[in-house]
């Protein structure tokens, strides 16, 4: 097997033809890409599939962080509802109506001041019309979806970042080799791409994808 980047235009169809595979044997080897019923979750530029170079066009070392020559990756949904939120922070006095809406996501009713990372993810992936977890908590996080090698857009979950904190959870921007950059909410009280230590990834499958 190999990794394909996905490019502008791509189905789940025509990638299969295009290495010679039968779509059975395309979904098989990408699981929870497509539902018995043959209905496949939205294909984005840069998305990452898995196929079968044996039998059909050559594939290149094309990865997410090295795309094909001359190909941008995009973002995904709820990564572009993300991004537009940048900069939304906690008001002083007063709770900024936002991230209210926020936390309303998730059940959750309070004042701007209340813990909102997850809120926030939660938030995102349901404005992007996508299945969210309905918890206002990160911890939870680990359990979301499926689990996924670091991908761009992917939901991250973090240790405490301090004694006494709770967890921390955001959307994966860039990954080099001490810092893990998070685009998440509740950092420094706004929404905001930031650097958290890579020692403080929760062990085991902390990079999750919505299903």
């Known amino acids: ?6 490019q502008p235009g791509d189905t789940p ?4 033809r295009k290495f010679g595979m039968s779509f059975d044997a395309f979904k098989a080897i990408n699981p929870g890409l497509c539902d018995a019923s043959n209905r496949c979750r939205v294909l984005f530029p840069g998305q990452v ?15 997410p962080t090295q795309p094909a020559a001359g190909f941008a990756p995009q973002a995904p949904p709820w990564m572009e509802v993300a991004l537009r939120e940048q900069g939304v922070a906690e008001w002083n006095p007063g709770d900024n ?11 959750v009713r309070g004042g701007d001041e209340t813990s909102w990372c997850a809120a926030f993810v939660n938030w995102s ?15 939870p996080w680990i359990s979301y979806g ?8 992917c939901v991250v979950v973090l240790q405490p970042l301090s004694a006494g904190a709770s967890g921390h959870v955001g959307f994966l921007h860039a990954l080099d080799q001490t810092n ?3 685009l998440s909410g509740n950092s ?16 085991g499958q902390c990079f999750r994808w919505p299903v």
């Open 146 to 153: 499926r689990a996924v090698a670091p991908t761009y857009g």
């Open 1 to 6: 097997m190999a990794a394909y980047v996905i």
């Open 188 to 203: 420094a009280n706004r929404v905001r791409i930031s650097a958290y230590s890579r020692s403080k990834l929760v062990p």
């Open 125 to 139: 992936i349901q404005k992007a019309g996508f299945r969210g977890h309905r918890t206002g908590l990160a911890g």
């Open 13 to 16: 169809m025509g990638i299969a």
């Open 49 to 63: 599939v898995q196929v079968d170079a044996a039998g059909g066009a050559p594939v290149g070392p094309a990865t």
């Open 97 to 107: 109506p936002r991230i209210i809406e926020y936390l309303a996501s998730v059940g």
């Open 180 to 182: 893990v950059w998070l």
